[in-house]
């Protein structure tokens, strides 16, 4: 399968993720996944309906790793499993229900193995997986894009990627983050590759 065919399924799911930032998501699985010698874990944070999500569970099924999806299915102001969206939640003002994106997310990704975790990231143990390629997607206030970073980034194989999604400079924390880690942090992560709201870096060394 390539990546054409693959966004044949995607491109009738609703969301935000564009085909040209589809492309090198999907390329950089290939790079990130295809070079790590052993099992290599993609995890995505984020996932609403799930239109991302069956690009990576397209690969994953393609090459038979493991898919991790994290997506708390809650967008409602101050209710539990919000995992800090609150601050962007002008997003959501026609999608505050649970269930109803719940099960359009299932119905999208039928099919297509993967390990789905209904709850915010900030509850979640990564430590159990070894990560070739992480997609942070999930709530885009900077604290919550530090917490994610927080949990996901230590756990990123050496040669390891992870890709964010609305890095733009006029909303949401994404763009603060990355650009402390292609600075502050750049002894160990380096910039791998950008397509318009999408923006991909690679580990280069060891976390201490």
């Known amino acids: 399968m390539n990546f054409e065919q693959a966004w044949e399924r995607?491109?009738?799911?609703?969301?935000w993720l564009h085909k040209n930032e589809g492309r090198l998501l999907w390329e950089t699985c290939e790079r990130a996944v295809g070079s790590w010698p052993g099992p290599g874990t993609i995890v995505e944070?984020?996932?609403?309906?799930?239109?991302?999500?069956?690009?990576?569970?397209?690969?994953?099924?393609?090459?038979?790793?493991?898919?991790?999806?994290v997506e708390p299915f809650w967008y409602g102001e101050g209710e539990p499993g919000l995992d800090g969206r609150q601050e962007h939640d002008w997003m959501y003002t026609e999608h505050k229900f649970q269930a109803d994106t719940y099960a359009s997310y299932m119905a999208n990704m039928s099919g297509l193995p993967h390990t789905l975790i209904v709850e915010p990231s900030s509850r979640v143990n990564f430590n159990v997986y070894d990560i070739?390629?992480?997609?942070?997607?999930?709530?885009?206030?900077?604290?919550?894009?530090?917490?994610?970073?927080?949990?996901?980034?230590?756990?990123?194989?050496?040669?390891?990627m992870v890709a964010f999604h609305d890095y733009r400079p006029d909303v949401f924390g994404v763009k603060?983050?990355?650009?402390?880690?292609?600075?502050?942090?750049?002894?160990?992560?380096?910039?791998?590759?950008?397509?318009?709201?999408?923006?991909v870096v690679r580990r280069k060394s060891v976390w201490v």
Request: negative net charge; glycine residues 14%.
């Open 10 to 15: 995607t491109s009738g799911v609703e969301g």
């Open 45 to 69: 944070i984020g996932a609403y309906k799930g239109r991302s999500t069956t690009l990576l569970g397209q690969y994953a099924q393609e090459v038979g790793e493991d898919l991790i999806v």
């Open 176 to 199: 603060p983050v990355v650009d402390w880690l292609l600075g502050e942090a750049q002894e160990r992560w380096v910039l791998e590759g950008q397509e318009s709201e999408l923006v």
């Open 132 to 160: 070739a390629m992480a997609f942070i997607d999930g709530d885009h206030t900077e604290s919550g894009v530090l917490m994610d970073c927080y949990k996901i980034m230590p756990r990123v194989v050496v040669g390891g």
